[in-house]
């Protein structure tokens, strides 16, 4: 049993007042004059605090609605479930099976949930503050006394709302009546209904507002019921609103001691206007939690029986891998889940709870602004302030965790959506390092923000395949990578490389259009190979971590790996194995066809679209030449973006080596040798290069590849990973260094390269720089696939190019060594190729 300490007294403090009797309104009831009249429950149900706010001071505080009080998630699901059985027996079966809830932001979004739940057959959608671009609002109102009052309706099936069944819609309490008016006044005046039923925690309406609301209900010609747990009436005496701002001012400005404790003010920077970093003790990581993909997060644009069907189904194994995150002597967690985001939070803490034998608490950040005093008959006692994280349509603000610090928690899963996982979240003044500031150990959890269809272009199919994955397509295990591209395997794409060259050359043919001869290493090739394997995977290694660092540190805490095949794809695998190992993350990993000339694959990131935030994916590749597919990759997400209107996307691409100085995310800009650009299609899980070509790829089609089974038998491709993979434990401490360095210094790209190869092109009469190839890795392609005409190499280069010259030989390429090259090496393309530049036997011929 873990030993009580000290960290478990607050908790206890809290708890003993509780015990003791002490209504959590007593503070503000003394104070105000502020009176709660009504059922024996309702002072068991609700708190009182003061707030912020113009429109009304005082806060009726839910202790059930899992908001700003931290309650058992079995609480909190089960009194909102226990509203929907009262209101399936109300309408009764068949009027039941017709029924829609609507529940309201951000409060009421998950007791919403929990209604219709308890409804058992009735779709969800709740109200939303955040604008989602491209989806069509199907209504909107206002909410008079909220902190924040503009409500969307986003429905991802209009046909949601233009039934003619019962409408349930559910606010936590039912004070005037107003925000229910305005709603059922503007879906009425859309689509009318003969029945609707108001669902809340609380009816506290004076006897005028009830008389107002059956006035309305005879206006409009429909039957509305109300069901509530508890009902009574809130008095409050003349002034009560000057007050309670005055007294708000008071204890904000001062922190002015009280008779039972202190008033805890937000923790700012003298200007008012910043948070204070926090000093964090405890420990931050991060669980995948596996959600089902295209389940939506939450009601935001629908949520149907289905849907929650399949949630329960994958409800324990979540469940667990949160447990496998927490300490093992953890006595009480807190679940903390974002603002709307409450449903899906709420059903993991209930899982939770009833999967372990911890004491499982769960709430909910918040926008609204409370004052937090520190007195036992005071709803909420402390607070933590921080700025808002998921870039709000309303602009940058203060966002709040009520009642947290001081809970004696032992850990706390702070769950938010993908779109709230920012770099705002893991700021120093972010949401985690509060958090740990008051507990010894913080999970986080992101659930991948659902974007409705109707979000992205109507051009897009109704149906996209799933990725193809290995042993299916590719010698890759099935989680190393999804290919986002079809199977040509039964298609006849080889041609002769010169045939290929003269094609390609002379106008007639795009080199996508076919594919090379897959080249056979010799044995002293081969040789060659695991020579350079063995001796450059530390230093492999070593590019791969830093890499990866720089994508978690810059881009994305929990990015999409969406690698280019096929170059890309053993390096996309490889981070995907570091982000495992160094920090126990699961990253997806994707592979899609660039085409030089013809750009990235648009079904392809359609796909990625509507199953990530596009904000999320980061491109990566081998390395870079001279520049020319990270410029590709520039155009050819400008041009998506223009033509769908789907944004997030971000072209800079991360890759393994830099040495064109081409982009800013890189392991290292040195050009040495990969020992994957060794070999084609046997060092990246037997799959050839992308093909696009009119007839075998249609509109709708992802580009295509094939895989050579046949060529299993010489197959590295997991030789070269696992090699690399070995090296990850002894090179840690390398990549902190490198990361430091590189996070420090000017990585701004130069573009060195490109300018180089201009120069190349011209001195040696190419005039088209697409026929320099510059680097190991570009130079060794144009002797395994093009026809070569000569290889410049950096004088005294070394092992990196024992191969490159055993290809040069084995071609008759001859090899110019220079003493002044910005590249290992650079390989040239025949100009002007015609067969006779070479010999019958395909060898090189002198020009």
Known sequence: MPRLTAHHARRNALNKAVNDGVWSGSWVAERLGVELVGDDALTGLLGLALRRNPKRAHLLVSNVLGKH????????????????????????????????????????????????????????????????????????????????????LLPEDPALLAGDGPLVLVDDEFSTGNTVLNTIRDLHARCPRRRYVVVALVDTRSAADAGRLADFAREIGARVDLVATASGTVRLPEGVLEKGQELVARYESEGAATPGGAAVPAQRADTGARVHPARPHGRITRVDLRWPPGLPDGGRHGFTPAHRTRLEAALPAMAARIAQTLPSDARSVLVLGFEELMYAPLRLARELEQATGVEVRYSTTTRSPVL??????????????????????????????????????????????????????????????????????????????????????????????EPLRGPAFSSYAPDEVGWLLQDLSQVTLEAPTEEREEAIQSGGAHYAESLPVEYQPSERYQELFHAALTASAARIAQAVGAVTELVLAERSPRPVLVSL??????????MRRWARHRHGLDLPHYAVSIVRGRGIDANALRWLAHRHDPRDVVFVDGWTGKGAIARELAQAVRDFEEREGVTGFDPE?????????????????????????????????????????????????????????????????????DAVSAQFTDVVDTVDTTVKELLSGDRAPTWAGWAAVERISEEYGIHDVNLVKPGVG??????????????????????????????????????QELDELPYTCVGLIHPKYTRGATGADGRAVAV
């Open 778 to 815: 570009e130079t060794t392609r144009v002797l395994l696939r093009r026809v070569p005409w000569k290889i410049l190499a950096r004088a005294e280069a070394g092992a990196d190019l024992d191969h490159v010259r055993l290809l040069a030989q084995q071609r008759g390429v001859p090899v």
């Open 372 to 465: 937090a005093v520190d007195d036992p008959g005071y709803a909420i006692r402390t607070r933590l302030v921080f700025p808002a994280h998921d870039d709000p349509a309303d602009g940058p603000g203060e966002r709040y965790a009520y009642n947290v610090a001081g809970g004696g928690f032992d850990a706390v899963v702070a769950v938010v959506d993908s779109v709230a996982d920012t770099p705002e979240l893991h700021a120093p003044t972010g949401l985690l390092a509060q958090l740990a500031a008051h507990t010894p150990h913080v999970t986080l959890a992101a659930v991948p923000s659902y974007v409705p269809a109707s979000a992205h272009a109507s051009e897009r199919p109704p149906m996209l395949p």
């Open 69 to 152: 009080v931290p309650q058992a998630p079995s609480v909190v699901y089960g009194h909102g479930f226990a509203l929907g059985r009262r209101v399936r027996d109300l309408l009764g079966a068949e009027e039941a099976r017709t029924a829609v809830v609507l529940g309201y932001a951000e409060t009421a979004t998950g007791l919403g949930h929990s209604v219709a739940d308890g409804l058992g057959s009735a779709p969800y959608l709740h109200s939303t503050r955040r604008a989602v671009p491209g989806a069509v609002p199907a209504g909107g109102f206002e909410e008079s006394h909220s902190h924040a009052t503009s409500h969307l």
């Open 565 to 574: 095949a096929r170059a890309g794809t053993p390096v996309g695998v490889l």
């Open 653 to 721: 691409m991360a890759v393994l080596a830099d040495p064109g100085s081409c982009v800013r995310t890189y392991g290292t800009r040195e050009d040495f040798l990969i020992p994957s650009a060794c070999l084609n299609s046997t060092v990246s899980g037997l799959i050839s290069r992308t093909v696009l070509r009119a007839d075998l790829v249609g509109p709708h089609d992802f580009h295509g590849a094939k895989f050579y089974r046949e060529l299993a038998g010489a197959d590295v491709s997991n030789v070269f990973l």
